[in-house]
């Protein structure tokens, strides 16, 4: 669709000889439909003119003068003239001009813009896989973009800075961005996107290629309990992460095979000692490859004897008594401390009731228990 904007200007007087012809700039995609309009307010029977930027008449009011079956007449009155021109291409951007036949002729220009939109981008320079520790560099390429797109790069949803070179195509751009890395395992599975920004596009254009590296095996021996014990069910899983995945996992015991193959059953990745005993105390060793490389893993098997684990029960009984003793020593303390101060407390009511113990009635007594308290004041008051 093309975007207008107006070009001319009106003047405020009356007559075709005091006023100039108004028109708009046109922007158009490449390929689309563009309306080219020339109008006055007041005419009197003057004829309005259209031309192109190699100053071609293409309309002299309703009569075509360019043979070109891209351009189509719309409207033409005293008032207006205007044209459409169909598939417009990037050689139809330029000056416009439309003319007023007074005396002396006037004119405004028009501009066209047309934008090219970029083509779909290709990502190259993918090696299907690369190898882990290889250097490649990724292109992506963008074609016919007037003005210049954009390129952004995403590695999954972050976007990471790429380098990027223009060049110009006669009055559009091939524009090119690249991004160069050293892969390494953690690239495996990661998606690549370059997206193309342009004024000409609603929504940018996307294209993504996942990278694949391969690299040599990494490997983990899991066990299935702790503390293994005479008599149990053990079970060691070799856990391999390399791309490719490798097929065939060999377990070996103390650099040899494993010594007895009724009870070590190996599955897959799997090795199960279905009945544990002190024989099977060693160095166990998984090995696993692919065509990038050889890894191992080890792991020391010791089984404990169930009966001197159950040994080790004195130790809970002697925590147990150490909490005894502190908490017995605890309530002895308290009690010891209770004791205390109810002692302390009947000392202070004694020396309250002195004096009251040889009166021969309750009134003396009470009147003698005063007369202390007072005595013990007076006291207090002449040391101080």
Known sequence: MAQSQVAGTKSKAKGGQGQFPITQNVTVVEGGTANMTCRVDYNDNTSLQWSNPAQQTLFFGDKKALRDHRIELVRASWQELTIRIGDVSLSDEGQY????????VKTTKAFLTVLGAPGRPEITGFTKPA????????????????????????????????????????????????????????????????????????NPYMTTEV????????????????????????????????NPIPDLVLWSKDGGELPDIERMIVEG??????????????????????????????????????????QHGPDHALIG?????????TLCLIIVLGRYLARHKGTYLTHEAKGAEDAPDADTAIINAEGNHVHAEEKKEYFI
């Open 97 to 104: 001009t439309c003319s007023l036949f007074t005396m002396p």
């Open 269 to 310: 990745r799997e090795l199960t000692i279905t009945t544990l005993n002190k024989t099977d105390n060693g160095t166990y060793r998984c090995e696993a490859s692919n065509h990038l490389g050889t890894s191992s893993a080890e792991y020391i098997l010791f089984v404990y004897d169930p009966n001197a684990l159950g």
């Open 131 to 202: 190898m882990e520790g290889d250097v490649i560099t990724l292109t992506c390429t963008t074609m016919g973009s007037k003005p210049a797109a954009n390129i952004r790069w995403f590695r999954n949803d972050k976007e990471v800075q790429g380098t990027k070179e223009l060049n110009a195509t006669g009055k559009s751009f091939a524009v090119r961005s690249s991004l160069q890395f050293q892969v390494d395992r953690r690239d495996d599975g990661v998606a690549y996107t370059c997206s193309v920004e342009h004024v000409s596009l609603p």
């Open 321 to 329: 008594g150490v909490v005894a003793v502190v908490v017995f020593i």
């Open 211 to 242: 990278l694949e590296v391969h690299y040599a095996p990494h490997l983990e021996i899991a066990h299935s309990m702790i503390i293994p014990q005479e008599g149990q069910y053990f079970k060691l899983e070799c856990r391999s992460i390399g």
